[in-house]
C-alpha cells in the first residue's frame, strides 16, 4: 500500500507551470493582435466617420477596386492603386539591390581562399543601419537631401558644378528623386540584415563540397552558380518572403520622408494611406480596414507564390518516381498473380 | 550559478510582464487600426493610475476635481500653477489630464478618452485647426452659456477669438481662447535699409501693405540682386489663406473660386522668380535662413518671437542677425494658431470650470499676471493695451527695442473671421496649399490641373459626402 502523500506527489503535474510560463505571451498575442486582425475583418464592412455603425456589405471594397460615381470615390479609388503601385516599385527598387549586394558580400565573407581582413568589423559596420530607427534615417536623409543650395548633397553637386545654382535638385517633392531616396535608405538599412541570414547559410553548407569542387579545378563563378546559389535557394526564399511582407507594409521612410504635412502622392504606399484614412476626422474606419483587408489578401497571394517556388522540383519528381515505381510493382504483382 | 540562473528567470519573466504592460500605454496609436475601439479602455486604466498617482483616491475625488484634458502641459501647468496661486484655489482639486501627443493627434485621444463615459472631463484644450469637430458636437461641449456667459461678457476679447469659439451648425459660443496669436511681418532692418531704403516699421509697412505692393517691392530686392522677401511660399500661405474673404465652403460645396486661381498664380510668381526661398517652412534649413542674406523676411505669430521661428532664425542670443529684425503688420491680418477653452458636456464642476475661464480670459488681474508671467499675448484687448501702454514690456529682445506688442494688437484687432470658419479649414487649407506647391514646382503644368488635384486632395480627406466637389 502506497501512502497517500506518495499518491499525492505522484499525481502533481508540473506540465502545468510550462503553461503558466507561456500565457502572458498568449494573452498579449490575443489581445494586440488576433484581437485587432479579426476586428479588422469587420471595420471592413462597416461604415466610415460618422457611419461607423453602420453595416455597409462590400461597399468600401467596391469603392476602392473600383470608383465610383461621385469624386469621393473615384479618389479614394485613385489612391488606392496609386499606392499599391509606389508599394511595388518602392518594394522592387530596395530589394533586388539589397538581394544583389547581401549576395555578393556574404559570398566573399565566406570565401575561405579570399582572406578578407576585418571581417567582423565590416559585418558589424554593415549591419548598423539597422539598428537606427527609421525616424532617425528619414530625419538624416531629409537633412542630406534637402532641396535648395544649403542642402549638403545639393550644395557639394552645385560646388562641383554638376548644377546650376538657381536649379537645385528636388529630392524630397521630385517623383523619382524621392522614391530613389526611399529605395536607397532602404537598400542601406537592410543589406546588412540580409548578408548576416545568407552568411549564416553559406557557412551551413558542407565545407566538402567547396573542397572538392576545388580540387575538380572549379573557378569562383562555377563554384557559385553550381554550388553556392542552389544549395542557398531556401534561404534566398526565406528572405523574399520576409522582405515582401516588410515591403508591402513599408510604413515608416515613406510617411517620415517629406517635408511638412505635405504629401508625396509618390511615395505614399498602401500603408500610409490606410494609416492617414484612419488618422483623419471623421475617422475612416471602414477604408482603412478595406484597404488592409486587400493588402493581407495580396500578401497571402504572393506568399503563397513564393512557397510553390520553394517546394523542391527534385522532391517533387522523386515522389512521382516512387509513385510510378510502386504502380509498376502492384501491376506486376497482379500479373505474376494472374501469371500462376 | 543556481542564483544566476534564478535572477535571469526573473529577469525574464520581468520583461515579458514588461512588454505586456507596455501595450497599455501605446496600445491604441501601435496596435494598429482596429484596435481603436479598444483604446478607451486602456485610457481608462491610464487616468485611473495618474488619479491615485496624485494622492486622490479614484471615483470620489475624480467626481470633485475639475479635469482639464490638454496634450501637454507647456500651457496647462503654468496655467493652474497661476490660477492656484492667485485664487487660493487648492491645487488637489484640479486634475491635468495630459495626454502628452503632438497637437495633431489629440482630437484623436479625446474622442477616445470621451467615448468611456465614465471618464471626467470638465474643460478641453482645442486647438485651432481643430476644435469645430468637438465645438461643433453637442454631445462633447456644453455652450458657454450654460456657465453663466453671456457674448456682452467677452465685448474685451478681440473679435476673431470670440468668432472661431462659436458652432458653425448652431452658432451657440461654446469656447474661449486666453491667448490671440496673431501675427506680423519680420523684416531685417539693415537689409531693408540697404536695398529699399527703408528706415522706419512705417516705411517698410509701406512697401508691404497689400499683395500688390508686397510683389512690386519683391520685384525691386530681386532687380537689385538682393535677398527673397520671404523666406517660404508656406509662410505667404498662412497669411494669405487669412485673406479670403469668404468661406471655403458654402451651402455645402466647395468653392473654387478666382480668390483660388489667382492665389496659385502669385504664388507661382513668387516661386519662380525667387521671390521667396524653395526652402519649405518647417525644414531643417528653414529658421538658418535668417543668418544668411538670401532672406529679408518672415511672418511670425505671437508664439514665434521666441525660439521657435524668429529667435532661432537670429541664430539665438548674440546669433548673426540678433537684434536687426523689426516687426511690421503686412500684407495682411492674419492669426495662427492658438488653443482655445472649451467646457466638456460632461462637466461636473461649473463653477469653478467659471472661475477658471474667467481668470485668463475676462478677469484683468489674471490675464495680466499671466502674460507677465509668461511673456504670452493674451486674448483680452483691454489687458494687452494697458501693458503696451504701461511700457514695462521692451518688446521681444530679437526686435532689439522695437515692441511687437503695439503691431500685434493691431493685427489682432483687424481679423475679421465672420461668417468665413469652416470645420473644413484645416484639410482644405492643407490640400490647397500642396496643391498650389505643386503647380509652383512643376508637378502640375496648369492652374486647371492643380485645381483638379486639390479638389481630389479634399474629396479623398472628406469622405462622409458632407461637402459636395464638382
Known sequence: MKSSAQNKIRSISYAKYGYYFILPFFIVYFIFQLVPLINTFRLSVYGNGNFAQDYVGMSNFKILLFGGANRTEAALHKDVFNDLFNTLILWFGNFIPQLALSLLLAVWFTDINLKIKGKTFFKIVMYLPNIVTAASVAALFLMLFSKTKYGPINSFLIDHGFISENDPIDFVKGKWQSRGVIMFAQTWMWFGNTMIMLMSAIMGISKSLFEAADIDGANSRQVFTKITLPLLRPMVIYTLVTSMIGGLQMWDLPYLYKNGTAWNKSTETIAVFIYNKFHIIPQNYGYSAAASVILFVITSALGCICFAMNTDKEDKKKKALAKEQRKQAKLQSKSSFGGF | ?470
Not at chain 2, 488681474?365 to 483680452?380: I, R, V
Request: charged share 20%; net charge negative.
Open chain 2, 1 to 470: 550559478m543556481k542564483n544566476f540562473k534564478k535572477t535571469l528567470a526573473l529577469l525574464a519573466a520581468l520583461a515579458l510582464s514588461a512588454t505586456a504592460f507596455y501595450g497599455c500605454d501605446t496600445g491604441s496609436s501601435n496596435a494598429g487600426n482596429s484596435a481603436a475601439n479598444d483604446g478607451g479602455n486602456s485610457a481608462t486604466e491610464e487616468s485611473k493610475t495618474e488619479d491615485s498617482a496624485a494622492g486622490t483616491d479614484g471615483e470620489a475625488a475624480s467626481g470633485d476635481q475639475l479635469t482639464i484634458l490638454c496634450w501637454n502641459a507647456n500651457d496647462s501647468q503654468p496655467m493652474v500653477d497661476l490660477f492656484c496661486e492667485k485664487t487660493g484655489t487648492d491645487p488637489s482639486l484640479i486634475n491635468i489630464k495630459n495626454f502628452n501627443v503632438q497637437g495633431g493627434q489629440a482630437s484623436e485621444q479625446y474622442t477616445q478618452y470621451l467615448a468611456n463615459a465614465d471618464n471626467d472631463a470638465d474643460i478641453m484644450f482645442l486647438e485651432a485647426d481643430w476644435c469645430l469637430n468637438f465645438i461643433n458636437d453637442d454631445a462633447q461641449t456644453l455652450p458657454l452659456s450654460e456657465l453663466g456667459y453671456s457674448e456682452s461678457d467677452f465685448s474685451d476679447i478681440y473679435d476673431y477669438v470670440v468668432e472661431t469659439g462659436k458652432s458653425t451648425t448652431t452658432g451657440a459660443l461654446k469656447g474661449i481662447s486666453w491667448q490671440a496669436a496673431a501675427g506680423g511681418f519680420c523684416y531685417r532692418d539693415d537689409l531693408a535699409e540697404q536695398y529699399l531704403g527703408v528706415k522706419t516699421p512705417d516705411e517698410m509697412q509701406e512697401k508691404v501693405k497689400d499683395w500688390d505692393t508686397f510683389l512690386a517691392t519683391a520685384k525691386t530686392l530681386k532687380d537689385a540682386n538682393g535677398p527673397a522677401l520671404s523666406a517660404t511660399l508656406g509662410g505667404v500661405w498662412q497669411v494669405y489663406s487669412g485673406s479670403r474673404d469668404s468661406a471655403w465652403v458654402k451651402d455645402g460645396k466647395l468653392l473654387v473660386d478666382d480668390y483660388c486661381t489667382k492665389y496659385a498664380e502669385f504664388a507661382h510668381t513668387l516661386y519662380n522668380e525667387g521671390y521667396v526661398t524653395k526652402v519649405s517652412q518647417w525644414s531643417p534649413e528653414w529658421t538658418p535662413l535668417g543668418q544668411t542674406d538670401d532672406v529679408m523676411g518672415f511672418f511670425v505669430s505671437t508664439w514665434g518671437f521666441g525660439d521657435t521661428i524668429l529667435t532661432a532664425a537670429a541664430g539665438g542670443e548674440g546669433g548673426a542677425t540678433f537684434g536687426k529684425w523689426k516687426c511690421v503688420v503686412g500684407p495682411s491680418e492674419f492669426y495662427w494658431g492658438g488653443t482655445w477653452l472649451a467646457p466638456a458636456a460632461r462637466i461636473n464642476n461649473k463653477e469653478l470650470a467659471k472661475q477658471f475661464i474667467d481668470f485668463f480670459t475676462i478677469n484683468e488681474e489674471g490675464a495680466t499676471a499671466y502674460a507677465e508671467k509668461q511673456g504670452e499675448y493674451m486674448s483680452n484687448k483691454k489687458v494687452m493695451e494697458a501693458i503696451i501702454a504701461k511700457g514695462d514690456y521692451k518688446g521681444a529682445p530679437v526686435l532689439g527695442g522695437q515692441n511687437q506688442f503695439e503691431v500685434l494688437n493691431k493685427v489682432a484687432d483687424g481679423i475679421d473671421m465672420k461668417g468665413k470658419i469652416t470645420p473644413y479649414d484645416a484639410v482644405i487649407k492643407n490640400e490647397f496649399s500642396n496643391a498650389v506647391n505643386g503647380y509652383c514646382d512643376g508637378t502640375y503644368a496648369t492652374v486647371d490641373e492643380a485645381m483638379d488635384a486639390f479638389k481630389d486632395g479634399v474629396a479623398g480627406q472628406i469622405t462622409d459626402g458632407s461637402v459636395t466637389i464638382d
